[in-house]
């Protein structure tokens, strides 16, 4: 099992920037891949971002390509989101979430989940 713990949220104005970080604790970072969610009151929880167990290949949800980067040091076992160009419709509770099958955006496949940092994002 692995233990998740995000951080980096707050309030942000429209155009500016975050950038979101997950540590890692338990079992072996580098087995897991690694993504990013997040979700708006009273909406599904949405897919953002992820990373391959290497770190060589990464996916993005079409609503944040161009303006977000996933990537991941594991000499640190942490995964981060830069987000850049934050506009008010980014803001959710952000989860960082790890599994083993590659590929997956739909969140209810995935393993397992940080508690959330929230992410504001004024207009």
């Known amino acids: 099992q692995v233990q998740l713990v995000e951080s980096g949220g707050g309030l942000v104005q429209a155009g500016g920037s975050l950038r979101l970080s997950c540590a890692a604790s338990?079992?072996?970072?580098?087995?897991?891949?690694l993504g990013w969610f997040r979700q708006a009151p009273g909406k599904e929880r949405d897919f953002v971002a992820a990373?391959?167990?290497?770190?060589?290949?990464?996916y993005y949800a079409d609503s944040v390509k161009g303006r977000a980067t996933i990537s991941r040091d594991s000499a640190k076992n942490t995964v981060y989101l830069q987000m850049n160009s934050l506009k008010p419709e980014d803001t959710a509770v952000y989860y960082c979430?790890?599994?083993?099958?590659?590929?997956?955006?739909?969140?209810?496949?995935?393993?397992?989940w940080g508690q959330g940092t929230q992410v504001t994002v004024s207009s």
């Open positions: 979430a790890a599994n083993f099958v590659y590929g997956n955006r739909d969140w209810k496949l995935w393993n397992y």
């Open positions: 338990g079992r072996t970072f580098s087995n897991y891949n």
């Open positions: 990373i391959s167990w290497s770190g060589s290949s990464t």
